[in-house]
Every structure is written in structure tokens, then in C-alpha cells.
């Protein structure tokens, strides 16, 4: 088994509008910090813990979660081959 019992996981989501208001919503509620941002595209770190509530908010607010991973490294990886793939976002 790994170090902690909370491991990390982080989020890579595309919103549609509004990711600066997203991502003071998502701290001050929730305690989830923006690691990473481009254009309409979020990277937040939350816990395996919270992992599905953070999901379904993401959902509900119009958020669209490309990947969950462990590592931020993964999901940078996802975010340039989706940005090379469909540079029309």
C-alpha cells in the first residue's frame, strides 16, 4: 500500500463559461484548490474522499470532466493531446 490513506486525485475539467467564478465557488464551499489553468480548462486537486461529490457538483454547475487521475503530470498529458487533437475548442 501506498503512503497515505488519502491519496490525491486530480480533476481536469473543460467548463463551457464562467471558470474563474467555478473555481471560487469550488474553494470556498468545498476546499478544493485549481492547480492548474488554460483558457476554459481546470485542473483541481481534491482527495479520494470527496472525489465523487466533487465530481457531480463539477456536473452540475456545466462543468465536463475529461480525466481523473493521480498524478497532475496525467492530466496535463490529457489536456495537450486534447488541445493537438481539436484545436477548435
Given at each position: 500500500?501506498?503512503?497515505?490513506?488519502?491519496?490525491k486525485r486530480y480533476v481536469l475539467v473543460f467548463w463551457e463559461?464562467?471558470?474563474?467564478?467555478?473555481?471560487?465557488?469550488l474553494y470556498n464551499y468545498y476546499e478544493v484548490k485549481r492547480?492548474?489553468?488554460?483558457?476554459?480548462?481546470?485542473?483541481?486537486?481534491?482527495?479520494?474522499?470527496?472525489?465523487?461529490?466533487?465530481?457531480?457538483?463539477?456536473?452540475?454547475?456545466?462543468?465536463?470532466?475529461?480525466?481523473?487521475?493521480?498524478?497532475?503530470?496525467?492530466?496535463?498529458?490529457?489536456?495537450?493531446?486534447?488541445?493537438?487533437?481539436?484545436?477548435?475548442?
Open positions: 500500500m501506498k503512503g497515505s490513506l488519502i491519496r463559461s464562467e471558470p474563474e467564478r467555478m473555481d471560487r465557488y492547480k492548474y489553468r488554460t483558457e476554459n480548462f481546470s485542473i483541481y486537486m481534491c482527495n479520494q474522499l470527496n472525489k465523487p461529490t466533487i465530481c457531480s457538483i463539477i456536473r452540475e454547475k456545466g462543468g465536463n470532466i475529461i480525466t481523473v487521475s493521480g498524478t497532475i503530470k496525467k492530466c496535463k498529458k490529457a489536456l495537450s493531446h486534447r488541445i493537438e487533437n481539436n484545436p477548435h475548442l
